[in-house]
């Protein structure tokens, strides 16, 4: 077996290699996605802790 032959897939190339990509992609937004909604949440926790922190400074 050749490395055209293995690359070809015995003519369903399209099919397989197009199957392995939009795995890769679905992965990498698995991970991407919840990734940056835990820097955004965190973001807003800080904002927040910032915030009350400041009310309460000047209230006392």
Avoid: C, I
């Avoid at 940056?36 to 802790?49: E, M, P, T």
């Amino acid at each position: 077996m050749s490395l055209s032959e293995f690359f070809n897939m015995g003519g369903y190339a399209v099919f397989v290699w197009s199957s392995y990509a939009l795995t890769l992609v679905l992965l990498v937004l698995n991970w991407f996605l919840p990734y940056q909604q835990h820097k955004q949440n965190l973001r807003k926790l800080k904002r927040q802790f910032r915030q009350d922190n400041r009310n309460n400074d000047s209230r006392t």
